[in-house]
């Protein structure tokens, strides 16, 4: 029997002890012996909850104990997570988190000390919530060099910018109907802002390309400022607007960004809506490949942590390799990257399009008819930069989403 323990009693947390009681049979069945768990930590009290038959208040309960071999932390954030968490690895306990912060700022450390260990640190569920990506990036995939990965990372923006495209609401609506709903938070800027989107791209690139990418240069912008006019444009050209975070190399250099991309309706992640997360990985001898699934949620992401604590008792006295080093990734500045882009600028195609041809070269105008006194129009593939030179000698731009194909 493997004893292990749940930092944590959220709703993460939760789902962990209800994932293990609801499946316990095959669960031992898949790791080879049973597993047990021994304590569950968090500062509250849970009357009339089985959970308080194991639930203790002090973490040094569960370092302390030997019999403990597996700790899953599932509290949140950098702090206490980080120090409990290196704390376990150099007493020999393997790790599975669902934290994409502490992951994000502190993977290639706690990954180094668990080798040194010969334990594990393992974080499927730091992204993608149920979806499996972080296993088949380490071992599945391993033959191709990664090209590019594309992702909708973030739940709670899908859901607001499907409930936009689908219904012509605008965002503050919409926003407020997710808060209401659950799906967004009371603070809803790590989702909104892109920041969390930020450090899943962060930890995917950096599984990708073997060094750390550090979440603070990425650049990010979040879908504060697309409204329901972008997505009756976007409805005329047969497109939507998705949140993507998105790492690729091109030519040894390395780009990586989380922004709003209007894509066309033959792309792979054009039909992932509503809380559903989609991720398309490129390989240089593969192609293309798709995971897509629920990417929140109590019960998906609790899967996904158990799926790791199993992968850890199957592997109690083996580290399984992860290729993520210290060395940090120097990204090329997204000035250089280079796309098309689609601008709303006020006014009439017959007053201003000399003058935008002028800034931007030949574009293909999009006029809908129920929007007044203005027009859009999409430019060819430029670079971010050459976009800001052109846009400068623009009177009246109104806002520019990127796009893809």
């Given at each position: 029997m493997v004893n292990v323990a749940v930092l944590g009693y959220g709703t993460v947390g939760s789902g962990v002890v209800e994932v293990f009681n609801t499946n316990r049979e095959s669960i031992n069945k898949k790791a080879g012996q049973e597993i047990n768990v021994k304590?569950?930590?968090d500062l509250r009290e849970f009357p009339g909850d089985p959970v308080m038959d194991i639930l203790v208040h002090d973490y040094n309960v569960i370092l302390n104990d030997p019999e403990i071999e597996v700790i899953a932390e599932v509290m949140g954030g950098?702090?206490?997570?980080?120090?409990?968490v290196k704390a376990a690895l150099e007493k020999g306990k393997s790790v599975c988190t669902s934290n994409k912060e502490l992951v994000a700022k502190h993977g290639p450390e706690l990954l180094k000390i668990a080798r040194e260990h010969n334990r594990n640190f393992l974080f499927e569920a730091s992204v993608g919530g149920g979806i499996p990506i972080i296993r088949p990036l380490n071992q599945s995939l391993t033959a191709d060099e990664i090209t590019k990965i594309t992702g909708i990372l973030n739940g709670t923006t899908n859901y607001i910018l499907t409930k936009m495209s689908k219904e012509g609401l605008d965002f503050d609506t919409v926003l407020k109907e997710a808060q209401d709903l659950g799906y967004a938070e009371k603070n809803p800027s790590a989702d909104v802002d892109g920041f969390d989107a930020c450090r899943k791209i962060a930890i995917l690139a950096s599984l990708a390309y073997g060094y750390n990418v550090d979440y603070e240069e990425i650049y990010t912008e979040g879908i504060t400022k697309i409204t329901d006019i972008d997505f009756k444009y976007a409805n005329k050209m047969n497109r939507s607007i998705k949140l993507f975070g998105e790492a690729n190399k091109a030519d040894d250099k390395f780009y990586a960004y989380v922004a709003p991309v209007m894509i066309d309706s033959n792309h792979p992640l054009y039909s992932v809506n509503g809380v559903f997360n989609g991720i398309l990985v490129n390989g240089n001898v593969l192609g293309?490949?798709?995971?897509?699934?629920?990417?929140?949620?109590?019960?998906p992401t609790a899967s996904a942590v158990v799926s790791d604590i199993v992968d850890a008792v199957k592997h109690l006295n083996t580290n399984i390799m992860s290729f993520w080093s210290s060395k940090k990734l120097e990204l090329t500045d997204i000035k250089l990257s280079e796309k098309k882009f689609f601008v709303r600028v006020k006014g009439s195609v017959d007053e201003k399009l000399a003058e935008v041809e002028k800034a931007f070269g030949k574009v293909d105008v999009i006029e809908v008819e129920?929007?007044?006194?203005?027009?859009?129009?999409?430019?060819?593939?430029?670079?971010?930069?050459?976009?800001e030179e052109a846009s400068a000698q623009v009177d009246g731009i109104i806002t520019r989403i990127r796009m893809e194909d």
């Open positions: 304590y569950v930590l950098v702090e206490p997570a980080y120090t409990f293309d490949v798709m995971f897509y699934g629920s990417g929140a949620g109590k019960l129920d929007v007044k006194g203005e027009f859009g129009f999409v430019t060819g593939v430029i670079t971010e930069e050459k976009y």
